[in-house]
T-cell receptor, first 113, second 115 residues
Framework: EAQVTQNPRYLITVTGKKLTVTCSQN?????MSWYRQDPGLGLRQIYY???????DKGDVPEGYKVSRKEKRNFPLILESPSPNQTSLYFC????????????FGDGTRLSIL | DAKTTQPTSMDCAEGRAANLPCNHS???????VYWYRQIHSQGPQYIIH???NNETNEMASLIITEDRKSSTLILPHATLRDTAVYYC????????????????FGEGTQLTVNP
């Protein structure tokens, strides 16, 4: 089944404790991205990747890192999480090409205390 | 980026057609109109997209006006499972037609399908 898989789905942690949210897709997509969703602000893009070893900042990259060492994986890293990063996170992927629809994972709900 | 305007909420009776409008008066000639929906904090789900012509798939129909300044998503026979927030998005191409691009989500329309 074609899908985007995020792990973990839920995480409660404390300020400053490094964490990684994994994202994997099995559709051989070139393009992957991370979004966060907050009430009243909609979905905002954090980082995106056009292909392996090619990443760039989205609209709200501060406090986050990403890497794209393999085509299928695009982990989101919070080196020193803070409470303002408490949010619902989504990973998405698509084939290259501006008209290609994006496929989203089921989301990761992070709570930073 | 071209911005979109959607009603905050709409209601529809089960089994009837749901018509969701979207205004995108500043759309550029090479920008597509996309529709996604999100069911209660699940990942957004792609529905349909189009450039100029009307489009139809197994989920919905998309009607784009001739001047492309507005569009309507039609769910022909709404069911309770169609209750969701529907997002109309104009897609910005970052590097040209061979590259990916970001999606800018607004607040969308909360569609409630009633029994």
């Amino acid at each position: 089944e074609a899908q985007v898989t995020q792990n973990p789905r839920y995480l409660i942690t404390v300020t400053g404790k490094k964490l990684t949210v994994t994202c994997s897709q099995n559709m051989n997509h070139e393009y992957m991205s991370w979004y966060r969703q907050d009430p009243g602000l909609g979905l905002r893009q954090i980082y995106y990747s056009m292909n392996v070893e090619v990443t760039d900042k989205g609209d709200v990259p501060e406090g986050y890192k990403v890497s794209r060492k393999e085509k299928r994986n695009f982990p989101l890293i919070l080196e020193s999480p803070s409470p303002n990063q408490t949010s619902l996170y989504f990973c998405a992927s698509s084939f290259g090409g501006s008209e290609q629809p994006q496929h989203f994972g089921d989301g990761t709900r992070l709570s930073i205390l | 980026d071209a911005k979109t305007t959607q009603p905050t909420s709409m209601d529809c009776a089960e089994g009837r057609a749901a018509n969701l409008p979207c205004n995108h008066s500043t759309i550029s000639g090479n920008e597509y109109v996309y529709w996604y929906r999100q069911i209660h904090s699940q990942g957004p789900q792609y529905i349909i997209h189009g450039l100029k012509n009307n489009e139809t798939n197994e989920m919905a129909s998309l009607i784009i006006t001739e001047d492309r300044k507005s569009s309507t998503l039609i769910l022909p026979h709404a069911t309770l499972r169609d209750t969701a927030v529907y997002y109309c998005i104009v897609r910005v191409a970052l590097y040209g037609e061979t590259s990916g691009s970001r999606l800018t989500f607004g607040e969308g329309t909360q569609l409630t399908v009633n029994p």
